[in-house]
């Protein structure tokens, strides 16, 4: 069982929890230490909750503390859930002493960030994870798998779409917590909705599909008055290679929940996956027939069956797919210190490579609507 502390995420934090339930799914980690909130007294409130063996009252002080420790005494990684401008300055600290680190999205709020930190984390070896979590869905895995096999030939269209509607009405203005935040330029960065639920569309196409963006076409908006940042994106897209795709991402959309909708289209098939129903994947093929393929089922490939824990009809989700991150950050720190390459799960988790070109889509997007015009990538 290897140790974990967490930066952020105290009371009233939903990302945070969603972090501790899914570390602890699989009994690959133990939480033992933290720095739960940025008001000291908040923080070691939120550790005693939470039972923790080493509670400290800010980052700094837990990173002093624990890199004082034996090799052997100390956290294996340490998990960053605060908002999205503290990500960098936390994130360089740990590395450059040494710890492995899985990091919310966006990785950072700017490229020149990101490229200082991904040369710092490739410097120090240190195994490093964004947590773009539907990534971990056993239906993505089958699907990409599908893809790089050639079920569905090449590829010449993807559409990709994220609705919500919690952001709908201005309730940052009465106290949200997680409304406010995330439309605070100084604190979400350049991005809002693009940023919040844009990154998690574009990592889910690179991931299923290996394409990479070319050049793209955005329109960025706020259509709720007043508000900093955009609540609606509309994205066209060229990749390298010649296909063609489309990204919608809102949260202004009242009605929807979580729809995040992925359609891959071939010139020999087509795959489409929904998260809300993440535990199927439709393929179709060229000559007319069909198939809907099922978690747990019948000829899914070795990526699927082994991002699975439980039999066909015990639905697996969210924590479940967020917890396979979790397992394959713990299989690759093991599989380093053995002096060996990871495989499976150990292989297949979003890496500061991910989390860096997520954060240049957010840039390029914001170019694009502001000059009105299309951009390379």
């Given at each position: 069982?290897?140790?974990l502390?967490?930066?952020g995420?105290?009371?009233?934090a939903?990302?945070?929890?969603?972090?501790?339930?899914?570390?602890?799914?699989?009994?690959?980690?133990?939480?033992?230490?933290?720095?739960?909130s940025?008001?000291?007294?908040?923080s070691?409130a939120?550790?005693?909750?939470?039972?923790?063996?080493?509670?400290?009252?800010?980052?700094?002080?837990?990173?002093?503390?624990?890199?004082?420790?034996?090799?052997d005494?100390?956290?294996?990684?340490?998990?960053?859930?605060?908002?999205?401008?503290?990500?960098?300055?936390?994130?360089?600290?740990?590395?450059?002493?040494?710890?492995?680190?899985?990091?919310?999205?966006?990785?950072?709020?700017?490229?020149?960030?990101?490229?200082?930190?991904?040369?710092?984390?490739?410097?120090?070896?240190?195994?490093?994870?964004?947590?773009?979590?539907?990534?971990?869905?056993?239906?993505?895995?089958?699907?990409?798998?599908?893809?790089?096999?050639?079920?569905?030939?090449?590829?010449?269209?993807?559409?990709?779409?994220?609705?919500?509607?919690?952001?709908?009405?201005?309730?940052?203005?009465?106290?949200q917590?997680?409304?406010?935040?995330?439309?605070?330029?100084?604190?979400?960065?350049?991005?809002?909705?693009?940023?919040d639920?844009?990154?998690?569309?574009?990592?889910?196409?690179?991931?299923?599909?290996?394409?990479?963006?070319?050049?793209?076409?955005?329109?960025?908006?706020?259509?709720?008055?007043?508000?900093?940042?955009?609540?609606?994106?509309s994205?066209?897209?060229?990749?390298?290679?010649?296909?063609?795709?489309v990204?919608s991402?809102?949260?202004?959309?009242?009605?929807?929940?979580n729809?995040?909708?992925?359609?891959?289209?071939?010139?020999?098939?087509?795959?489409?996956?929904?998260?809300?129903?993440?535990?199927?994947?439709?393929?179709?093929?060229?000559?007319?027939?069909?198939?809907i393929?099922?978690?747990?089922?019948?000829?899914?490939?070795?990526?699927?069956?082994?991002?699975?824990?439980?039999?066909?009809g015990?639905?697996?989700?969210?924590?479940e797919?967020?917890?396979?991150?979790?397992?394959?950050?713990?299989?690759?720190?093991?599989?380093?210190?053995?002096?060996k390459?990871?495989?499976?799960?150990?292989?297949?988790?979003?890496?500061?490579?991910?989390?860096?070109?997520?954060?240049?889509?957010?840039?390029?997007?914001?170019a694009?609507?502001?000059?009105?015009?299309?951009v390379?990538?």
């Amino acid at each position: 069982m290897l140790t974990l502390g967490m930066v952020g995420g105290g009371r009233g934090a939903f990302i945070g929890a969603v972090h501790r339930l899914a570390s602890a799914l699989d009994g690959r980690w133990r939480l033992t230490a933290g720095a739960l909130s940025s008001t000291p007294a908040r923080s070691l409130a939120s550790g005693r909750e939470l039972g923790l063996e080493r509670v400290y009252p800010d980052w700094r002080e837990m990173l002093r503390r624990e890199r004082a420790l034996p090799p052997d005494e100390r956290i294996d990684a340490v998990v960053i859930v605060t908002p999205n401008a503290t990500h960098f300055e936390i994130a360089s600290a740990f590395v450059r002493a040494g710890f492995n680190v899985i990091c919310d999205k966006p990785m950072v709020t700017n490229s020149r960030e990101a490229r200082a930190l991904v040369a710092l984390a490739r410097k120090r070896r240190v195994v490093f994870a964004v947590t773009y979590n539907y990534t971990g869905y056993p239906m993505v895995k089958q699907a990409a798998t599908m893809v790089r096999a050639g079920d569905i030939g090449s590829i010449r269209k993807v559409f990709v779409e994220y609705h919500q509607g919690w952001l709908a009405a201005s309730i940052e203005k009465k106290g949200q917590k997680q409304a406010a935040w995330r439309t605070d330029p100084m604190i979400a960065g350049p991005g809002g909705t693009i940023g919040d639920i844009g990154t998690h569309a574009e990592n889910l196409v690179a991931t299923v599909t290996g394409l990479r963006i070319e050049s793209l076409c955005a329109d960025l908006s706020s259509l709720v008055p007043g508000r900093r940042l955009d609540d609606d994106a509309s994205v066209l897209l060229r990749f390298r290679g010649g296909a063609r795709g489309v990204l919608s991402v809102s949260q202004v959309c009242i009605g929807d929940r979580n729809g995040l909708v992925l359609r891959v289209h071939g010139d020999r098939g087509s795959l489409a996956w929904r998260q809300e129903e993440p535990e199927t994947l439709a393929w179709h093929r060229a000559d007319g027939s069909a198939r809907i393929l099922t978690r747990g089922g019948a000829g899914l490939h070795a990526s699927a069956r082994r991002a699975s824990r439980l039999p066909p009809g015990h639905p697996e989700g969210f924590i479940e797919a967020f917890a396979n991150i979790y397992v394959g950050v713990a299989e690759a720190i093991l599989a380093r210190r053995a002096g060996k390459e990871p495989t499976g799960l150990g292989a297949e988790f979003p890496t500061f490579d991910d989390g860096a070109r997520g954060v240049r889509f957010i840039e390029r997007v914001i170019a694009s609507a502001k000059a009105n015009t299309w951009v390379k990538f």
